[in-house]
């Protein structure tokens, strides 16, 4: 299993710092190979950041070269992020915004997701993610969706296209408490759900998913994500081409009562 770089430069620098306390204590690459159990080349990849720092090197390097702490102290920096690099603009606005809009084709949307849905999908992303970074992104999106209860002033208004309901994501058992969970979530007051039946052609919803915020300082943004990509817009044009779209599709959709009737259903269906 191949295992994305996460925070390269996080790695180069903490291997860096073994490789620098490792010299001034006058301890070879070998004998620092030998007492964590590692052939050198390992050891030799983690010092260069093309590998990340274990636990294992870290504390036996800590304790051969007499660091007192100072390189364990690197394990903080180097657990992985919880949110993708692209996405982590956005993250950080979704976190402040005061109005939330999105409209979703293929996936549930990650604020509505349930654990389970969350981790099947993020632990089959492709190219693999390791362990550790399936546990940090699923933790992440689950803190995400904190705000739904936290923020009861903030209007969130989804928009879904049926593509995204009828796809058996972890079978149909998961699907069915996936769906049983968008009935209990859009129940809060501050939570709108509708969906866009594949029936209605709406022209507007071809062109893919996004979602529209404001700011505390009423600033209106967009967010566009695609593979492996994510565009955080607050060009008032394009912003504007967006709400339009996204108005139609909302238009277009089921209202909100006809949409908990079709999730009703679906559920029942699986």
Sequence with gaps: MSTPKQNPMAWKYCGDQVRRW????????????????YDIESVRSMEAGRRKPSLKLLSVADELCNARGMLLGALDYLKP????????GYTQAESEAIAFHAYS???IPGLLQTE???????????????????????SGRMQRQERLRNKPTVLHGFVIHEAALMAAIGGPGLMKR???????????RNVSIQ????????YAALNGPMILLETPDHEQLAYVEGQNTGVLYSDPERVNLLAQRHGMIRMQALSVEESKSFLRRAAEGL
């Design 178 to 188: 996936q769906l049983n969970h968008l009935l209990e979530v859009g129940q809060l």
């Design 22 to 37: 490792r010299e001034q204590a006058g301890v070879t690459r070998e004998q620092l190979s030998t007492a964590a159990n």
């Design 81 to 88: 992020e919880k949110f993708s690099s692209y996405s982590r």
């Design 195 to 202: 969906v866009l039946p594949l029936d209605r052609v709406a």
């Design 116 to 138: 389970e849905y969350a981790r099947e999908t993020i632990s089959n992303s492709y190219p693999p993610l390791d362990d550790e970074t399936v546990v940090a992104r699923v």
């Design 105 to 107: 084709t293929l996936l």
